[in-house]
């Protein structure tokens, strides 16, 4: 499985912006898909991770009622809409892909490469 993220740049602070993830797989439907992010100088952490059928969703505590995450079966993406930017928000963020089933998933075998994240007053 290769992911392709994108759609990172800057951003005033209250803005918003949605990166794309797209997969290499014909099986993207079975896939539990999460976006990560770290901060400059700060340790990767979680910001969404949904379900292979979409129907559950977990968010980081900092970025809920902010961000959402959405994926496009028929397209192979997984999306992240995120809202009301802040500084803290700055970051690159990076797309991963669950294999197993196990909900939550605790392992991710697939990571892309990052797309930067910059937000700025």
């Known amino acids: 499985v290769q992911l392709q993220a994108y759609g990172g740049g800057s951003v005033h602070v209250g803005g918003s912006v949605t990166l794309s993830c797209a997969a290499s797989?014909?099986?993207?439907?079975?896939?539990?898909m999460a976006w990560f992010r770290q901060p400059p100088g700060k340790a990767r952490e979680l910001v969404a991770v949904?379900?292979?059928?979409?129907?559950?969703?977990i968010y980081g505590d900092s970025v809920k009622d902010r961000f959402t995450i959405s994926s496009d079966n028929a397209k192979n993406t997984v999306y992240l809409k995120m809202t009301d930017l802040k500084p803290g928000d700055t970051a690159v963020y990076y797309c991963?892909?669950?294999?197993?089933?196990?909900?939550?998933?605790?392992?991710?075998?697939?990571w892309g490469h990052g797309t930067l994240v910059t937000v700025s007053s």
């Open positions: 991963a892909a669950a294999q197993s089933s196990t909900w939550p998933p605790n392992n991710y075998e697939h």
């Open positions: 949904t379900s292979w059928m979409g129907l559950r969703k």
């Open positions: 797989t014909r099986s993207f439907s079975t896939l539990n």
